[in-house]
């Protein structure tokens, strides 16, 4: 059942709610509004200033107000995250209802290709792709969603291999049904919960592998910021003790997983009890 990049976002913990990934979206877009605060502005008296009342998350070593950019840094990484996630989400369903759905020679091209791909380890591919590439957002959403389907299309290809099986589906077929007509009006209903599950772990990876290339200095380039790159600037001040400037940004990528791990595990248990 479980797809993605790098098969990080937590499975095995228990939560099955929407909510908290809900929640990490609306600090992401709605964060600016409660907190209208400019993420750019200096203070130049409050640098690497611990929380107080002006600053509730402190400020970094410009003095610019830590909340604002923690905000700032969410909406940059759900703006490259969210559409290559969905670009993953496109390629991988494609893919697999092709190979699933084609001729024998076919599905056995496409598995062997895909076995291939499956074995270089992603991260790392996508780590060198972003070294090669220039890290604007357009670039950043393409690395992303090129890099995440595989898994993804393995899945697919298994569970329209099974439906394919079904006698509605062998009926259809003898009826003369194409191969759009069969993915769209018999295999999609049938895994359509399935795929909606796979979705929020493929944003989520999307989320943490955007992370890993900002932490690194491969990601939204400054003045933009992402939650990444605010780890790294904080890692980097780690001798001042600042831990304003590392816990909040750690703390909002991994909640980030387990809130989409949760809201993955929450529409799977609806379809067991529907």
Known sequence: MRSGVWGLVPSGVQGQSPWPFVFVLLVCFLGPV???VDPFAFDPIAVVAGPSAAHPLGTDVLGR???ARLIEGGTQTMLVAIPGAALAFALGVAYGLTAGLGPVWLDRALMRLLDAVLALPSLVVLICLAALATPDRVTLVLLI????WPQLARLVRGEARAVRGRDFV???EQLGA????MARYHVLPVIGRLLVVNATFLLGDAILGLSALSFLGLGVQPPQTSWGQLLAEGMGLVELRAWWLILPPALLIAGSLFAAGAAGRWVLNRGYHA
């Open 65 to 67: 107000d830590a909340l």
């Open 34 to 36: 409660v907190w209208p």
């Open 145 to 148: 969603g090129l890099v995440a």
């Open 178 to 181: 194409g191969r759009l007509h």
């Open 170 to 172: 062998l009926t259809a």
